[in-house]
């Protein structure tokens, strides 16, 4: 019993502290930069023109900053469209770090995207087998009905894991072989900052480090519960 609470408050703390740590960072240097000449939304712009990204948009959205590549859109929230802080112009180097990999069709780019569009049919589906199958239960007495909830509940919980073990190298790649190198070659941020841009990279890439362990712990926790 001693075990099992302790493997919990290390995942609490393995899944908890990195979201906490990541929004520290951010606000720490969201504030206005004096030696950055423009907004997040100009750099993105610049950035497009630069690396030559064509049929490639830029939008604000109050979604949360990502880059969408089936529309060919690089989304930027409000706060960092019209900042020029670290976190804003880093964030929009970021973004455009997966608008380069999309334009290199970098293979785990489009293995992700293709898994996500899959995932989105598969669990309406699950979702459509779990809420049918207590209907089921008392008019078809068979192992089938077992099967069913096994496999949709698998599908729920499983799915979001494959999303975020597929998301690790797709997001590791576009912060440090993309983004980082752009700005240090670009020579948009100063030695001192580069150092800074490269800690926000790697806070926001704990995050999902951290949602892929939360997920993986959900999926042990709902196989345990089979068990019983």
Same mark, same amino acid.
């Given at each position: 019993m001693?075990?099992l ?5 290390a ?14 960072i951010?606000n720490?240097?969201r ?8 907004t ?7 950035l497009l ?8 948009k830029?939008?604000?959205t ?6 969408d ?9 409000t ?21 380069l ?6 293979p785990?780019?489009?293995q992700r995207?293709?898994l996500?569009?899959?995932? $989105?049919?598969?669990?309406?589906? %699950?979702?459509m087998?779990? &809420?049918i199958? @207590?209907?089921? !239960?008392? #008019?078809?007495?068979? /192992?089938?009905? $077992?099967?069913?909830?096994?496999? %949709?509940g698998?599908i729920? &919980?499983?799915? @979001?894991?494959? !999303?975020h #073990?597929?998301t690790? /190298?797709?997001?590791?790649d ?6 980082l ?16 841009a490269?800690k ?7 995050t ?8 993986l712990?959900?999926?042990w ?8």
């Amino acid at each position: 019993m001693g075990l099992l609470i302790l493997l919990f408050v290390a995942l609490f703390i393995l899944t908890t502290l990195p979201s906490l740590w990541t929004k520290a960072i951010l606000n720490k240097y969201r504030k206005p930069h004096p030696d950055i000449p423009g907004t997040g939304l100009q750099f993105a712009e610049h950035l497009l023109q630069k690396l030559d990204l064509k049929g490639v948009k830029v939008e604000e959205t109050d979604q949360g900053d990502h880059y969408d590549p089936i529309e060919k859109v690089v989304r930027i929230s409000t706060a960092n469209a019209h900042s020029n802080s670290l976190t804003a112009i880093t964030t929009v180097a970021h973004e455009m770090g997966h608008a380069l990999q999309d334009k290199t069709d970098y293979p785990e780019l489009k293995q992700r995207t293709a898994l996500i569009e899959r995932a $989105a049919i598969m669990q309406k589906f %699950a979702g459509m087998a779990l &809420m049918i199958t @207590p209907l089921m !239960i008392p #008019l078809a007495h068979t /192992p089938m009905v $077992a099967f069913l909830t096994f496999g %949709a509940g698998f599908i729920a &919980m499983g799915v @979001p894991v494959i !999303i975020h #073990l597929s998301t690790l /190298p797709v997001e590791f790649d576009a912060s440090f072989k993309r983004a980082l190198p752009l700005l240090k070659e670009g020579n948009y941020l100063s030695k001192k900052d580069n150092k800074i841009a490269k800690k926000i990279l790697f806070a926001c890439a704990m995050t999902y480090v951290a949602a892929s362990l939360s997920s993986l712990f959900n999926l042990w926790k709902w196989l345990k519960a089979l068990k019983r």
